[in-house]
């Protein structure tokens, strides 16, 4: 009866994961979720009161508990030599350049996620042994132990997908010795093939080219990036700039010294557009697509070459480019590509659990995937027994009123908030933690942001799709569980739901199935019934700048600060 804990300790996206004594994920959830503070910056995964409650609930009193974190043991050493020699120190921070460095990131600010990288080593776990002290009087812990970044990485992607044997490409911002690797699954354990080391690094690149395009890659908003692209063109000087950052040798990558770098970023700086900070730039975000598709097909075509399959399972921070993500199948040989739901640095609670678990279980194999992304927190439905003494709009229905019900409100134009059952792990909402709306009207996205979410014009909405009809309505349909790829609406449906059909004729779908989500399938269904159209706009419950919500309180302070028209949790409705 032994559990393992999981925690992502990354300085961003910290994440803790529960193990059953199977190997089982009894719960994973991002801290953001729990704080309602976007990516928890430098914020521990396992706060002694937060885990006090997920103790109780998920593990046993006197079970034996491992925990283990997603940095390796000689990096994590290499970490506490830099912090002996004053590394770390403010006075050793103020010496550095805050200029540009060869890695794309200024120097001081690459040391300070490097110092917050360590701080977040040297507490890993002394939430767990708190909250098992606050929970049970005792910590019954047989340890702590420590996995490799990339290595758990591709632990989570690996064994939650549906292969037994596939390459494995990680690509994210920063590893022990550098920011991609290639692992092979072979009968369902992992060999690392090639470990990229030096300071090149695609995630970083990308962050580069948001912070220049007039956004902020330290709040996340590389997604803007990706949304703004296709209302851009194809500069051929901004092209030029970018590609002498890096240069491409066989299948190596290697990035321009620091000179170089900051030379080509001030050029860019000069080139930018007064109404950048406002609007974005979308030259320069179809720019900086492109040449990241450029980068990441020389590590394909790598991961190719060293672990020839039909199967790619892509992992890291990079792996959430969705619009990428939909070009890979039919190329360098890869028909099948999986994304986990939290390829980033979140993902790797679970990466790590499951790998001490298989060290203290060899012949134990994880279930074949996808692995459900159901995995978080609960809401209590308590705020709207309370709130049914005087709020006469709230009402509750029977089990199976709830999808043909809110289906007909999406008909009438109502933009819905929907939260049911298990919070999604990773960065979509799934049908569980979602605002919804009828993806038919032309200007359904403009009024949305204009009344819900407040954010850029340009962001698209996702649509969720029924899976048995998805092949009709999307070219070169693939299955699409967690909104991990963007895929070409077919012409002929396209004026049928313009919501959801980005300026390049894209959609990041999500493949819904009874199997996977019975109550969203049965909204989507009872929606196609009635219009014919078996496709629902989805959006994550949230504001811009703010996680996805976490509390019933939570949505309920959207419901009544926002445009949102009705609120859907569990079998409660209220309807403004």
């Not at 032994?2 to 959830?29: C, K, N, R, S």
């Not at 298990?422 to 942001?449: H, T, V």
């Amino acid at each position: 009866m032994t559990y393992t804990i999981g925690l992502a300790t990354t300085f961003h996206d910290p994440a803790i994961a529960i193990i059953g004594p199977d190997g089982e994920v009894l719960f994973a959830e991002a801290t953001e979720r729990y704080l309602q503070y976007k990516r928890a910056p430098n914020c521990e995964p396992d706060s002694a009161p937060r885990m006090e409650g997920l103790l109780k609930r998920y593990i046993p009193e006197g079970a034996e508990v491992r925990i283990a974190t997603s940095w390796g043991e000689d990096f994590t050493g290499f970490l506490d030599q830099m912090a002996r020699a004053g590394s770390f120190t403010l006075d050793a921070l103020l010496k550095l350049s805050p200029e540009l460095n060869r890695s794309l990131v200024p120097e001081r600010t690459e040391r300070a996620l490097i110092a917050s990288l360590h701080l977040g080593q040297q507490r890993a776990g002394m939430g767990v042994l708190l909250g098992l002290d606050r929970a049970y009087g005792k910590a019954n812990v047989t340890g702590l132990k420590r996995y490799g970044h990339h290595l758990s990485h591709a632990a989570y992607a690996c064994w939650s997908s549906p292969f037994d044997n596939a390459a494995c490409l990680v690509v994210d911002g920063m590893g022990e010795t550098g920011a991609s690797a290639i692992f092979a699954l072979e009968n369902g354990k992992l060999r690392e093939v090639k470990r990229h080391r030096g300071r090149e690094s695609i995630g970083f690149y990308f962050g580069l080219v948001t912070d220049l395009a007039g956004f902020d890659q330290a709040k996340g908003e590389e997604w803007k990036i990706m949304g703004l692209a296709p209302y851009g063109n194809t500069d051929p000087e901004l092209m030029a700039l970018l590609r002498k950052l890096y240069t491409i040798e066989g299948h190596k990558l290697s990035f321009a010294k620091a000179d170089v770098v900051q030379a080509v970023a001030a050029e860019i700086l000069a080139k930018r557009p007064s109404d950048a900070i406002d609007q974005g730039w979308a030259d320069l975000a179809r720019c900086g697509q492109d040449v990241f598709a450029e980068m990441m097909e020389a590590l394909l075509a790598e991961a190719a070459a060293l672990v020839p399959s039909e199967n790619l399972v892509m992992a890291g921070g990079c792996a959430l480019n969705s619009s990428f993500n939909g070009k890979i199948a039919g190329r360098h040989g890869f028909k099948t590509v999986f994304v986990p739901s939290a390829p980033a640095d979140d993902g790797n609670a679970i990466g790590a659990a499951w790998l001490s678990h298989a060290e203290a279980n060899p012949d134990w194999r994880a279930l074949r995937g996808p692995l459900t992304p159901y995995l978080g927190s609960t809401v209590s439905t308590e705020p709207f027994e309370r709130m049914q003494l005087w709020e006469k709009r709230l009402r509750k229905l029977s089990s199976d009123e709830i999808a043909p019900v809110t289906a007909k409100l999406l008909t009438e134009g109502k933009l819905i908030g929907w939260v049911q059952g298990r919070a999604e792990f990773g960065p979509r909402a799934l049908g569980n933690r979602s605002i919804i709306a009828d993806p038919r009207p032309a200007d359904a996205k403009d009024i949305l942001n204009a009344k819900v979410k407040y954010r850029e014009a340009f962001r698209p909405f996702a649509p969720s799709i029924l899976a048995e009809h998805a092949a009709d309505w999307f070219e070169n349909y693939q299955d699409a569980p967690y909104m991990e790829r963007t895929l070409v609406w077919r012409k002929a449906v396209r004026n049928r739901v313009p919501a959801v059909v980005h300026e390049d004729a894209t959609g990041r779908l999500q493949s819904v199935t009874a199997e996977r989500n019975p109550r969203y399938h049965a909204l989507i269904s009872a929606f196609h019934d009635l219009t014919g159209v078996p496709v629902i706009l989805n959006t994550s419950f949230n504001i811009m700048g703010k996680p996805i919500l976490h509390t019933a309180e939570d949505a309920i302070l959207m419901f009544y600060t926002s445009g949102l028209d009705a609120l859907v949790i569990e079998d409660w409705l209220l309807v403004k």
